[in-house]
């Protein structure tokens, strides 16, 4: 079991900046490839970026060269830099952990809200 908390969501404007947080705990954290999806009212949730273990990235074409994913493996963490903020960024957005063993492990966070107004 992994348990993935997040914090750092709020109100922000146009062009402004962002910092999500998101911490791990219960089972080895550097096994999972770690990632940040997003949900917008009345849409299906999405791919923001993804990070592996060893740091490889992959990011939506949406947020390209405006986010950014980290993670220290030392510290079960996991952040999301957001900067140049739009309002189709509005969304709650949510921290996830994947591996494949003998099945598909996956895990979320509870969310957290990001507002950003014109």
């Known amino acids: 079991q992994l348990q993935l908390v997040e914090s750092g969501g709020g109100l922000v404007q146009l062009g402004g900046a962002l910092r999500l947080p998101c911490t791990a705990s219960?089972?080895?954290?550097?096994?999972?490839?770690m990632g940040w999806y997003r949900q917008a009212p009345g849409k299906q949730r999405e791919l923001v970026a993804t990070i592996t273990s060893g740091g490889i990235t992959n990011y939506a074409v949406s947020v390209k060269g405006r986010f950014t994913i980290s993670r220290d493996n030392a510290k079960n963490a996991v952040n999301l830099q957001m900067n140049s903020l739009k309002p189709e960024d509005t969304a709650v957005y949510y921290c996830n952990a994947k591996a494949v063993g003998n099945r598909l492990y996956e895990y979320w966070g509870q969310g957290t809200q990001v507002t950003v107004s014109s």
């Open positions: 219960g089972t080895i954290f550097s096994f999972y490839v």
